[in-house]
């Protein structure tokens, strides 16, 4: 499978598996999971055709690694991003001293007045590291890395979670613990 296509199926997965299943006429779990032949035959009524092993290499290789199979790869999800209402089930966990955020340079002015919310999404989406909230930020224009006292809001009794590709997830990031 070459490039062109993974990124196309890829695209199609986040969209169904983050946003809309129900778009497919697919049904997912409380917890995110869609069933892997029915999500094969329900792409292919929309002309998105793949193998199980063209699944596996998409979700292997996608260098977010934004899938995830269970353990007999019977059943598919996407790690985290979703603006549907799942629950991950994801254990409270407590996140590094520092965690990252990369935005695009237009929005530094609300986050540093109102935060960062999760607006649509099921939770605010925090990098362990600066080079990958810079390509996160790059995808809205150009970036700023904002650094965030995740330590300090564990510390006040902010939880955070770690999805299964190591982005760390929290609901909302108050202005006051974040550094420019």
Request: glycine share 6%; proline share 3%.
């Amino acid at each position: 499978m070459n490039e062109i296509e993974k990124k196309k199926i890829s695209k199609f997965l986040s969209l169904i598996l983050r946003h809309q299943p129900e778009s497919i006429g697919l049904t997912l779990d409380e917890n995110g999971w869609a069933d892997v032949e029915e999500l094969r035959a329900k792409s292919a009524k929309r002309r998105i055709y793949f193998t199980p092993e063209e699944l596996d290499e998409v979700v292997e290789t996608n260098n977010k690694k934004r899938f995830a199979f269970n353990k007999d790869k019977t059943m598919i999800r996407a790690s985290q991003g979703h603006s549907i209402d799942i629950d991950l089930a994801l254990e409270a966990k407590q996140p590094p001293e520092f965690l990252y955020h990369g935005t695009a340079e237009a929005n530094i002015s609300s986050i540093l007045e109102k935060g960062i919310e999760k607006r649509t999404r099921q939770h605010v989406h925090l990098s362990a590291d600066k080079e990958t909230a810079t390509k996160v930020g790059m995808r809205h224009g150009k970036p700023v890395i904002l650094t965030i006292r995740t330590g300090t809001m564990h510390q006040e009794g902010l939880s955070f979670y770690q999805s299964a590709n190591g982005v760390w997830l929290t609901d909302f990031v108050d202005a006051k613990y974040i550094s420019k």
